[in-house]
């Protein structure tokens, strides 16, 4: 399968952006979706995860109450919603797929990566 990151820009600090992950080749509805971003000199961060239904998500303290992950099975897509944001979420986020029916904040249990999608937000 594959994954397709999008919605990626440029933006004022205190404005928002919504991420999509367009999934193709697989069963969607059969991964639990995770968020990561990597800032420039930093290691990976995980940022949010869904499970398969999207009944249950794990939101990254430093984002918890700004960032919002949902899907929608029937489009194959997972979205992030980006509000609120600040000039040091600035990074690459990526999406990445899970095939085990729990939701997971370590990128090792991430079987299948997108490329990522360039967030910049400037002060």
């Known amino acids: 399968g594959q994954l397709q990151a999008s919605g990626g820009g440029l933006v004022q600090a205190g404005g928002s952006l919504r991420l999509s992950c367009a999934a193709s080749g697989g069963t969607f509805s059969r991964y639990s979706m995770g968020w990561f971003r990597q800032a420039p000199g930093k290691e990976r961060e995980f940022v949010a995860a869904?499970?398969?239904?999207?009944?249950?998500?794990d939101i990254a303290d430093s984002v918890k109450g700004r960032f919002t992950i949902s899907r929608d099975n029937a489009k194959n897509t997972v979205y992030l919603q980006m509000n609120s944001l600040k000039p040091e979420d600035t990074a690459v986020y990526s999406c990445?797929?899970?095939?085990?029916?729990?939701?997971?904040?370590?990128?090792?249990?991430?079987?299948?990566w997108g490329q990522g999608t360039l967030v910049t937000v400037s002060s």
């Open positions: 990445a797929a899970d095939q085990s029916i729990f939701i997971h904040t370590t990128a090792q249990f991430y079987g299948y």
């Open positions: 869904i499970s398969r239904s999207g009944g249950s998500t």
